[in-house]
């Protein structure tokens, strides 16, 4: 299935969707910390602070899809920080799971876990459509 995503998406195109999902997400965690930190189990100034740094987030990629060419080096980049945020979704949850850095809920699970889903497709096919070139 993905290697018919990356005929369909252009690395543009994957860039621009990250950063929409970026966007989104940012500015949901940012209006409603307050509730979700109840959902989820996570501090209320941590989803706050997290979708504040999205915003910038959004802005990079929009901006890198943006540009003609688009530079390989920022691509290379925002994949490596995609895969590191995958990794820190992964520790979040052991933390919360074997040592009790936080009481995530149930939901605060499935949300981590889904988030990290969403970057590693995002990564996925911008890792696709570089190859495509």
Known sequence: MAIVLSNT?????ALYLDGVASGL???LMMAASDPLSGLFGLPAAA???VGVAFIPWMVAL?????????????????VEINIAWIVASGALMLG??????VEMTA??????????????IFTELQILARRGK
């Open 9 to 13: 998406f252009t690395l543009r195109n």
């Open 47 to 49: 989803l706050f602070w």
């Open 96 to 101: 919360a799971w074997l040592g009790g850095w």
């Open 62 to 78: 929009v901006l890198m899809g943006r540009r003609v060419p688009i530079n390989e080096t920022l691509v290379s980049i925002v």
């Open 25 to 27: 997400m940012g500015t």
């Open 107 to 120: 939901l605060g699970y499935v949300f981590v876990a889904g988030q990290a889903l969403a970057v590693a």
